[in-house]
């Protein structure tokens, strides 16, 4: 009912983790005009092109708007069935295979567009009902390698630094980011700062000269996956010309000596580095010494760094170059990973990751386990970590994992080795989908859909990456029979015979999420940074009414905290950070004969995902309508593709079909193919099928950055 919304609704982008504010406006003709958020500390009333077209994506067509299930597997029909229906068949199902198989036979694989509210209810069914951890998530994907590098260092999954930082810094790298494109607002705070004070220095490294490069003032185009002997080289260098913080290393840090000795080992020569990192000794030597001559120094890294085979190391390299000096916890300093998606971060405040358990608390921790199992009075809790999202995809197929529920993801088109993931959907004995669209690529497999509520229409919380929570509201009403996803998880545990599930509201969820965070907290065996008992008890409306906020935010406390560890206490049982020790390794798979190219994959600016939200704005379509594989003219000479022409790109693990383009600033002896297209916009266009399976071995996260392929005329 329209009439009963109120005129402008403040809300949250649906796309990246830079968190923007919207504002969404009825206008006359039905539709509603989408503007920035001048409120909201993220934006201050700017938006992308992407975050613009919002008002072009919220037509019912294409929406799945009632449970549906398929009579026939491989058929194309889809049944309309009652909501009772669809539960009650999934949970006897379900139930079913749990009583003979165990409750491991089951899983859910969820995603970072989930809202916090979805995602709490969701783990708190799987971990502390359920009793297993077969619950993970796109950010698998996507953030994994950095949540297991600060873990390592700080005993916890904290983001120390807030977007304001990257405005204060003097100097900024960014290593593999595009920011340009792909956080484009935080970007234009970048750039706005830099024409303000034009000293403030801009490295990126990345093995592409993408748009981020053109304000930089040096860019390092290092080989692809060399970074941990560029961070190392920088961790002797520093030591070796005394910019270091002895204080700090002494009383806040655990492991300097043999971080150092790693480092040195093999990265002791600055010429050794820039041979192995294919750089220049001259420009390497730039920017070790402006990052040893700038205190202020922030270093913000996101997929090029994450999606590898040693994401980790990479993650702790950098984090270990900033605790040399204490730069860290203050003002303009520290390292900074930039999420992807919109609620990746919320979705790790919960425990969305098969290896983690709610409020920040680990699920191998069996205080931590005790804690949550008497929070949630939960019958059954998960003692050991969950199957990751590619072993869980491999487990499906070897027919271990009997059941899987998939919501809000499409990972037939978004996991590596994708030809995998459809073998794995096709022998499951059930695939359920949670979605507001009717037809992709993952719900081709699904035996039961289930309408969910979209952007514009679901209500919650959701996290970005300077660690601000900001409510998504809703400003639509709710299409055909759809629902919020934490209402549909929340009636199926129900139907399980589950009591604990009895949600009324989005707040309520929040609500229980808030006072579990601040559980227990204070207690020696349970310290967390990540505390919100300050937005604990306030209430539906103050909820409603909930302005962005930081956390953590303790009781009482109106302001959550823009810096973390100021204090120089970490959550390590000591209270000190870790240096880790990071022993460069290059790839998993190398080019060779057969595939003598390296495929890198990424986003491009107007496009999100696997398209099928942004597919559905024309004006978005204009910037790059179809997919492409961008390569450099000389490897295109030698391997006789011509630039306009169709051609096959093939891994070892599958094929795809694009056009061939120069321009994108890539270097010999690698291709470059956006991660968006899929088979519902055109054939043989999903680059994941290619991607090599590899996964960092502490993270679980895909080597998305490189894979061996060989290209050919079509
Ligand atoms: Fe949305 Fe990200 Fe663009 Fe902001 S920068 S408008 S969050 S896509």
Redesign the pocket.
């Known amino acids: 009912n329209l009439s009963s919304v109120p005129l402008s609704v403040q809300t949250t ?1 649906a ?2 983790g ?3 504010g919207v504002k969404a406006t009825p206008k006359a003709d039905g539709g509603f005009e989408i503007a920035g958020d001048t409120a909201h500390p993220a ?1 201050a009333g700017r ?2 092109v ?2 613009s077209a919002l008002g072009d994506t919220i037509s019912l067509e294409g929406r799945l708007l009632y449970p549906m299930v398929r009579p026939q597997r491989g058929s194309d029909e889809l049944r309309r069935v009652s909501w009772d229906d669809a539960l009650g068949q999934v949970a006897d199902k379900w139930q079913a295979i749990i009583d003979e198989h165990g409750p491991d036979a089951v899983a859910l694989y969820v995603s970072g567009q989930l809202l916090t509210e979805d995602y709490y209810v969701a783990n708190k069914l799987m971990k502390g009902y359920v009793g297993s951890a077969n619950i993970d998530t796109n950010s698998r994907l996507c953030m994994s390698s950095a949540v297991a590098g600060y873990k390592r260092a700080f005993g916890e999954d904290v983001v120390p630094s807030s977007y304001e930082d990257l405005e204060l810094a003097d100097m900024i790298v960014l290593v593999g980011s595009n920011a340009a494109w792909c ?4 970007f234009q705070r970048i750039a706005k700062a830099k024409e303000k004070r034009p000293d403030m220095k801009l490295v990126v490294i990345d093995p592409r000269r993408t748009a981020t490069c053109e304000l930089a003032d040096l860019h390092l185009p290092v080989k692809p996956g060399t970074d941990v002997w560029l961070f190392n080289g920088l961790l002797s260098y520093l030591n070796q010309i005394g910019a270091v913080d002895p204080a700090f290393i002494a009383e806040h840090t655990n492991g300097f000596d043999a971080a150092l000795a790693q480092a040195d080992a093999e990265c002791g020569d600055i010429a050794k580095v820039a041979k192995t990192c294919r750089v220049s000794v001259e420009a390497l030597t730039e920017f070790y010494e402006a990052f040893a001559a700038n205190a202020k120094v922030i270093t913000g890294y996101s997929m090029g760094v994450n999606q590898s085979s040693a994401g980790t190391d990479k993650a702790n390299a950098i984090i270990n170059c900033h605790l040399i000096g204490g730069r860290i916890g203050k003002e303009g300093m520290g390292p900074f990973s930039i999420t992807g998606q ?1 609620n990746a971060m919320g979705g790790r405040e919960v425990g969305g990751l098969a290896n983690m358990l709610a409020a920040h608390m680990d699920l191998e921790n069996a205080e931590h386990r005790n804690a949550v199992r008497t929070f949630w009075d939960s019958p059954r809790m998960a003692d050991k970590g969950g199957l990751k999202a590619v072993d869980l995809f491999r487990a499906i197929e070897e027919g271990k994992v009997k059941a899987v529920w998939v919501m809000a993801t499409n990972p037939v088109v978004s996991l590596p080795d994708a030809d995998q993931v459809r073998r794995a959907l096709a022998k499951c004995e059930l695939v359920v989908s949670s979605d507001i669209i009717e037809r992709t690529d993952t719900n081709a497999f699904a035996d039961v859909l289930l309408p969910a509520l979209g952007w514009g229409e679901k209500d919650g919380t959701v996290t970005n990456s300077e660690r601000r929570i900001s409510r998504q509201r809703a400003f639509l009403p709710a299409p055909g029979e759809a629902r919020a996803d934490w209402l549909i998880i929340s009636q199926f545990a129900q139907r399980l015979g589950y009591t604990g599930f009895e949600f009324s509201s989005a707040y309520d969820v929040f609500d229980e999420h808030a006072r579990l965070s601040a559980w227990r907290n204070d207690e020696a065996d349970l310290p967390r940074k990540f505390n919100l008992a300050g937005l604990a008890g306030q209430g539906t409306q103050a909820y409603d009414a909930m302005a962005p906020v930081q956390w953590p935010l303790l009781a009482g406390e109106r302001e959550g905290a823009k810096r973390i560890f100021a204090d120089g206490l970490f959550s390590h049982p000591d209270r000190k950070a870790r240096f880790i020790p990071t022993a460069p390794r290059l790839p998993a798979n190398l080019p060779e004969e057969d595939f003598p190219l390296t495929l890198n994959t990424g986003r491009v600016r107007d496009q999100w995902h696997t398209m099928t939200r942004t597919g559905r704005s024309a004006k978005l379509a204009d910037h790059i309508p179809e997919s492409f594989i961008d390569m450099h003219p000389q490897d295109a000479l030698i391997y006789g593709v011509r630039e306009g022409e169709l051609a096959r790109l093939t891994s070892k693990w599958g094929a795809m079909v694009a056009r061939v383009q120069h321009g994108g600033g890539i270097a010999r002896g690698s291709v470059f193919v956006p991660i968006h297209w899929n088979n519902q916009t055109s054939s043989d266009a999903r680059v994941g099928a290619l991607v090599n399976p590899v996964v960092d071995p502490v993270s679980g996260e895909p080597e998305f950055k490189h894979t061996p392929v060989r290209i050919e005329q079509f």
């Not at 956080?183 to 935080?186: A, F, G, S, W």
């Open positions: 982008c796309y990246c830079v968190g923007c934006n938006l992308c992407k975050g956080h484009p607002i935080l919109p």
